[in-house]
């Protein structure tokens, strides 16, 4: 198998639609045909434009998604102004660029005062709108929220039960996420045998496969229209209904849609599909925290070694894999216990998940949590320890 250039995917080696300056235009019909908004050169740089008289209130959907927002301001007009005054109250961090056709000394004071960012003339020039945004960047930089955590779930062999664990995992710290705020979501990219909306009770109308199928229209709210909602809070991104071929998937188109999901979500769990392609390794390289489901048998510890060594080869550090072992038992006599896992992978064993069989098949059956059957088990404190675990993994702790 061969790996391309996976260092493109390393941090700082993204570029994807996500990370381009996203500029929101508001202008009224007659400045949009007065403008030169043509194309440009640059590929970090994207524009939406909205049609809006210059006093009409701005959706709250534009304002909430931009990350820069051009507004036409008419300063003989108190409607217009009051729009920028109501915008700059609702959303302090937004970048608010005032396009108006009185730029005289003046009126940029004026427009400066109720909150602008900065005042460009109208009608508008692409070139002119770039050398403002350049002007701005820093302060863009600054107003942009960080990007979401991802968490990449893989495993040694099939059947170790990652993507129970992950479904019960993701929807228990999304809860806890929800009450400071935070939102999680979960993509099952197992693309051909991907169970996590049926292991938690959902039916999904729309799956990854409309995402990527979407192609260059896919924006946040497509991807937002997309998810089923757990009630936990969880998003949940279900794998297609038809077996897509894995190698079918192009790496940039994947990694793009991740990226984007990073923008939108503070926390991001992959399950994973065992089998090791460009993108999923390529994800995986991106994660925060990479955990690695096993179990305590020799063909899954051989294949989890063999995993490692490639792991490490391609260069992602090793404090980033966390190992999990899965169905371990309190037993006095066992022919492999988790010393024995430890030196076969040359790694300390992070977390373990009691095994427990019985309640783990109801929990997924029903598609219901582990807890809301059996509050106190054993299982339901190892998910709680895995969840204080990943609080400090991602610097929430």
Not at 71 to 85: H, Q, T
Not at 126 to 142: K, N, T, Y
């Amino acid at each position: 198998m061969e790996v391309r250039n996976l260092s493109e995917w390393g941090p700082g080696g993204w570029r994807v639609r996500g990370s381009a300056v996203s500029v929101e235009l508001v202008l009224s019909q007659a400045e949009i045909g007065a403008s030169e908004i043509g194309p440009s050169r640059r590929n970090d740089f994207v524009i939406e434009l909205t049609a809006l008289e210059p006093d009409a209130d701005i959706p709250a959907d534009i304002s909430t998604r931009a990350q820069t927002i051009v507004v036409e301001v008419r300063a003989n007009d108190p409607g217009s102004i009051r729009r920028l005054e109501r915008l700059r109250e609702r959303h302090p961090r937004l970048i608010v660029v005032a396009a108006a056709r009185d730029t005289s000394l003046a009126a940029v004071r004026a427009l400066l005062r109720v909150g602008a960012s900065d005042v460009i003339p109208l009608p508008l020039v692409r070139s002119e709108l770039e050398a403002v945004i350049d002007r701005l960047g820093e302060q863009i930089v600054r107003a942009q929220p960080a990007p979401g955590k991802l968490v990449a779930v893989i495993k040694s062999v099939g059947g170790v039960g990652a993507t129970a664990l992950v479904t019960q995992l993701a929807a228990l710290y999304a809860a806890r996420e929800g009450k400071a705020g935070r939102e999680t979501a979960l993509f099952d990219l197992d693309l051909q045998n991907g169970n996590v909306a049926t292991y938690l009770g959902l039916e999904a109308n729309l799956t990854v496969g409309d995402l990527l199928e979407a192609g260059s229209r896919l924006d946040l709210a497509v991807l937002r229209s997309v998810p089923a909602k757990h009630a936990r809070g969880l998003a949940v991104f279900a794998a297609p209904v038809e077996i897509m071929p894995l190698e079918s998937i192009d790496t940039d188109q994947i990694c793009g849609l991740v990226e984007l999901a990073r923008t939108s979500y503070d926390t991001v769990f992959l399950d994973l599909p065992s089998d090791w392609t460009n993108w999923s390794l390529s994800l995986v390289a991106r994660a925060s925290t990479i955990l690695f489901t096993v179990d305590l048998t020799i063909a899954s510890l051989r294949k989890a070694q063999r995993q490692l060594s490639l792991l490490e080869r391609l260069g992602i550090a090793p404090e980033a894999v966390r190992i999990v072992v899965n169905r371990t038992e309190k037993r006095l006599f066992r022919s492999i216990n988790l010393g024995d896992a430890e030196r076969v992978l040359r790694r300390p064993v992070t977390f373990t998940m009691a095994n427990d069989f019985p309640l783990v098949m109801a929990a997924l059956n029903e598609g219901i949590l582990i807890g809301d059957i059996k509050g106190k088990s054993r299982l339901s404190r190892d998910l709680e320890a895995m969840m204080d675990g990943l609080d400090e993994l991602l610097g929430r702790s």
